[in-house]
């Protein structure tokens, strides 16, 4: 069990048939769960908890309180930026962390229940997409308090929403509301505030229903292609190359295509 005082908790709801979803909610409430180094290291060995559980289909990113992540803690930055070696240090770890998420085998969907900022944005940018309460308010911020963006979101955001749109975001500082969210494409949907966790565990049983080495094989392409931005010659090249390997050797493939043929639910095995 979680200790209930960690930095990170975690939870696990079933889906049925053996199939869970692994909650991972930030819990720093009173401090709007600002991302210290010590957040950093509990989400690291969150994540790699769930990664080593064949049971997590689907990870849900969440906030523990009224926030889903204030960004990072400037109050412990009043020290770490004048540290020359651990505060790039600092930086690298969160890069590697969040990034994780990006790379894990089952989606990760970002829950937004409140407040998103900074360090919480570029958590948002690694997950695969995200739900936004419609209390949420979601920005950078970082110019806001004489900060520069360093943990992914220089590199992430104008590769999720746009050029234009991320240059108006970062450099004005402002917050988006839900609706402004969705529509800017920082989420898919806005779900009630006291509605998100069930959504989100409604899409996890979709997911789960699938294949997991299917979606875990579509993950790893959508994700490569994006994060290289390369031309359309060279991603369509690198999907052929995949999608070969996957249904020319994976039980799963056959069963879906012998379970369409027989009329009949299939029964992936995950190989």
């Known amino acids: 069990m979680t200790d209930p005082a960690a930095a990170v908790l975690v939870e696990r709801h079933a889906l049925g048939a053996g199939a869970t979803a692994a909650v991972l909610r930030l819990n720093r409430p009173a401090a709007l769960n600002a991302i210290d180094w010590d957040t950093v290291r509990a989400l690291d060995a969150a994540i790699t908890e769930v990664e080593d559980d064949s049971a997590v289909r689907v990870l849900l990113i969440t906030g523990a309180g009224r926030a889903f992540s204030s960004g990072g803690d400037l109050q412990s930055y009043l020290m770490l930026q004048r540290d020359a070696d651990a505060f790039p240090q600092f930086v690298a770890d969160l890069h590697r ?12 969907i970002a829950l937004i229940n409140g407040v998103t900022a900074a360090g919480g944005l570029e958590l948002v940018l690694n997950c695969d997409f995200a739900l936004i309460a419609r209390s949420a308010r ?43 969210a969705v529509a800017w494409g920082l989420a898919t949907r806005v779900v009630g505030d006291d509605d998100l966790l069930a959504a989100g565990l409604d899409l996890a049983r979709a997911i789960a229903n699938k294949s997991a080495l299917a979606v875990a094989n579509a993950k790893e392409v959508l994700g490569t292609l994006w994060s290289r931005n390369g031309s359309v010659d060279d991603g369509l090249a690198y999907e052929n190359e995949r999608n070969a390997e996957y249904c020319l050797t994976s ?20 190989r």
């Not at 962390?97 to 990760?108: D, I, K, N, Q, S």
């Not at 039980?251 to 995950?270: I, M, N, Q, S, V």
Request: positive net charge; without cysteine.
């Open 138 to 180: 979601i920005g950078d911020a970082h110019l806001n308090y004489g900060q520069m963006g360093g943990g992914g979101v220089l590199t992430l955001l104008p590769r999720a929403i746009g050029r234009a749109r991320a240059n108006e975001l970062l450099f004005t500082g402002r917050f988006l509301d839900a609706d402004d």
């Open 251 to 270: 039980y799963d493939a056959r069963e879906g295509l012998l379970a369409f043929a027989e009329k009949r639910t299939p029964r992936f095995e995950g």
């Open 97 to 108: 962390t969040f990034g994780r998420l990006r790379r894990v085998a089952a989606p990760a």
